[in-house]
């Protein structure tokens, strides 16, 4: 679990948000890694393990010898090209990202109906997520320290996380592993992220798959075989859809 999330317990909240940036984060990865006696090690992450997962080839190129993500683009990318459509369609960046306590208060109020409202929104046509699953989702947002935990990431996003981002692309810095991007059909007004994550790194495959955002729940078996197919050492560039 990311800090904060699930069973995880998170740091006190800050005024810079750095104790829920991306770089933490990505900190704690290799911390963790390098106890368990790894130097080098491939990475991949959803959502915002995925953004955690970016930052770790960013930050720690010789570390990471492989990068997936799973339905991102980089965090600066997604604030600019927010304009209405993207604003209305990713509304829940801008609500996460407002100052404590307002958005702790409303997701509070009921949060268990704002995550199926999100699940509800994100999931692809005829999908429904395990209920066990859904069972873990609703034991962790009927927490008060796991929805500030999660607004503190989005907050962290709108602050330090696109400021490192905006750093690293004046610098031309780029990610030197190769980078496998798979990304949802489905999910709301979704196309390729190829061409952004070109202008992020220097060997960028894509995989498109026919389902919504949550990716490994719904489509798992292909899931598994990309990931295992580009861990490979012989694994090459190129695109596909399934």
């Known amino acids: 679990d990311l800090r904060g999330y699930g069973r995880s317990l998170g740091p006190s909240a800050s005024d810079d948000h750095q104790a829920y940036s991306k770089r933490s984060m990505a900190a704690d990865a290799i911390a963790m890694m390098q106890t368990m006696g790894y130097s080098t090690f491939a990475v991949c992450g959803h959502d915002r393990g995925g953004r955690v997962a970016y930052r770790l080839a960013l930050d720690h190129p010789k570390a990471i010898?492989?990068?997936?993500?799973l339905d991102i683009v980089p965090t600066l990318d997604m604030w600019e090209r927010m304009a209405m459509s993207g604003a209305l369609r990713s509304y829940h960046w801008l609500l996460l990202a407002q100052?404590?306590?307002l958005p702790e208060r409303l997701i509070g109020a009921d949060p268990i109906y704002y995550l199926h409202h999100l699940i509800g929104r994100w999931q692809?046509?005829?999908a429904t997520l395990d209920p066990r699953a859904m069972k873990d989702y609703?034991?962790?947002?009927?927490?008060?320290?796991?929805?500030?935990?999660c607004c503190e990431d989005y907050r962290a996003?709108?602050?330090?996380d696109r400021l490192n981002d905006l750093?690293?692309?004046?610098?031309?810095?780029?990610?030197?592993c190769d980078v496998l991007v798979i990304w949802a059909q489905q999910y709301l007004n979704s196309q390729s992220p190829l061409a952004t994550w070109q202008r992020w790194a220097r060997t960028v495959r894509e995989l498109s798959l026919d389902c919504?955002?949550?990716?490994?729940?719904?489509?798992?078996e292909a899931t598994a075989r990309a990931i295992r197919d580009f861990l490979q050492p012989s694994s090459s560039s190129g695109n596909q859809s399934e």
């Open 157 to 160: 996003g709108a602050t330090v």
């Open 167 to 176: 750093a690293d692309r004046e610098a031309a810095r780029k990610i030197e």
């Open 138 to 149: 609703e034991q962790g947002y009927a927490q008060a320290r796991m929805i500030e935990a």
């Open 124 to 126: 692809g046509r005829g």
């Open 65 to 69: 010898t492989k990068l997936i993500v």
């Open 212 to 220: 919504g955002h949550f990716i490994a729940e719904e489509k798992p």
């Open 99 to 101: 100052p404590a306590p």
